[in-house]
């Protein structure tokens, strides 16, 4: 049966790399007989641009209707001085993420080989780094109550509420841990539980779903510790689940120890439509120019062939195809050192289909 993927290149640099991943899936799906549709829907600024509004009705009709939705980014200086619940990210991107029930956000920091140069850490400390982030994407301080009012003594004051329900921690926590077991079986729950009461019941609920998975260890750490052994030791993490700004935070950190920004894929699940991302934005200083690396978007890709086609020969062929374009000294800007083969984005994604090619025959 054919499937529908959805395309939302969005703004800047997704106008790029999108392309880029699709020009990648599409090589997959011919050699491994996937039948997919494409159909390419509007969102974020290019949505404000097009149809007055970040995040219209058909975009979501397309979304609801499809097997997976490919990402670019969305936002960038043109659309910065709409109030905040008009703009492209908190009018299209978090409402998305929401109505679509994606709640859990996996984001991969895995670090090929040819790069340990282009990593900020020492060889040995970062070596064969393969650690998975999951991020809580529908709750906390992104989704609770706010307001801005002018208090009795005049001053203008703003509030953000960072809520959590216990199902919403057990849910996050509880996959973590099955992710966990599928790979080195330890799972760091990270939070602030010697401030935020928030984060004391996630503690205590991270304890409690802990008993089910005796043959993973459990560890807390408090997220300003864990942002620093990110750069001391990160080859200690394997799984780490935390809430979903303390993600967003540690997430962009921990992409360049993978090299860069743009080499951090990203999978929104939890749904009954999955959403593929890069973990990067629309990188407006970059937009345009064909600078941007699309290793991050043809990574999602394969996570998407993984979590919603049921191909995992198609996500392997991908990775595989990723690690030699890199071996064999192909980079973009982003990754640039000494002797390297300077590429575009359009290039570095042509690089990469032709190599997937080659090893599916
Ligand atoms: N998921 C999303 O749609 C998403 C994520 C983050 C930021 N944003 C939005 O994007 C806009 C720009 O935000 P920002 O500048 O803080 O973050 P950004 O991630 O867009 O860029 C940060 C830096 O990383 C570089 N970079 C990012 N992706 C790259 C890539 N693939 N290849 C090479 N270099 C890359 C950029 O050039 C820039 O120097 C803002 O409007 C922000 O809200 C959107
Ligand atoms: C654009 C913004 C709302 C978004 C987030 O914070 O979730 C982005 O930074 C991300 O990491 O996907
Ligand atoms: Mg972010």
């Known amino acids: 049966m054919t499937k529908l993927i959805a395309l939302l290149p969005g703004d800047g640099i997704g106008q790029e790399i999108v392309p880029q991943g699709r020009k990648v899936l599409e090589v997959v799906a011919s050699r491994l007989g996937l039948e997919l549709e494409f159909e390419e829907g509007l969102i974020g600024g290019a949505a ?54 994606l709640y859990a956000n996996l984001r991969p920091a895995f670090l090929f080989a040819p790069l340990a140069k282009a990593s900020p850490l020492k060889p040995e400390l970062i070596e064969g780094l393969d650690l998975l982030a999951v991020r809580e994407l529908t709750g906390g301080l992104y989704f609770g109550e706010k307001k801005t009012f002018r208090r009795e003594d005049g001053q203008e004051t703003a509030i953000d509420t960072l809520v959590y329900t216990e199902g919403e921690i057990e849910r996050i926590v509880r996959l973590a841990f099955e992710l966990a077991r599928k790979r080195r079986r330890k799972v760091t729950s990270v939070d602030k539980a010697n401030v935020l009461e928030s984060s004391r019941l ?18 807390h750490m408090y997220v300003d510790n864990c942002a620093m052994q990110l750069v001391r ?19 962009d950190q921990a992409s360049v120890l993978a090299g860069s920004i743009g080499m951090l894929p990203s999978a929104s699940l939890g749904g009954e439509v999955a959403l593929y991302e890069p973990s990067h934005g629309s990188a407006p200083d970059i937009a345009g120019q064909d600078k941007a690396n699309p290793l991050a978007t043809i990574l999602s890709v394969a ?18 195809a990723v690690a030699e374009v890199l071996a064999e000294g192909y980079r973009t800007a982003d990754l640039w ?3 390297a083969k300077l590429v575009g984005c359009r290039a570095m994604g042509d690089l990469v289909a032709e190599k997937v090619a080659a090893i599916l025959g």
């Open 202 to 219: 996630w503690r205590r609920v991270a304890e409690r779903v802990a008993q089910d998975y005796p043959d993973v260890t459990l560890e």
């Open 303 to 320: 996570l998407m062939l993984k979590f919603s086609l049921d191909c995992e020969e198609g996500a392997k062929a991908i990775e595989q």
């Open 337 to 339: 050192e000494e002797g």
């Open 233 to 251: 030791w990160p080859k200690q993490f394997d799984v780490i689940v935390t809430e979903n700004m303390f993600g967003d935070i540690l997430t």
């Open 48 to 101: 404000i641009d097009a149809a007055g509004t970040p995040l219209p009705e058909a975009t979501l009709d397309l979304c609801r209707r499809s097997t997976a939705i490919l990402l670019g980014a969305v936002g960038g200086p043109k659309w910065d001085n709409l109030p905040v619940h008009l703009r492209p990210e908190a009018g299209a991107l978090l409402p998305l993420r929401k109505q679509l029930g």
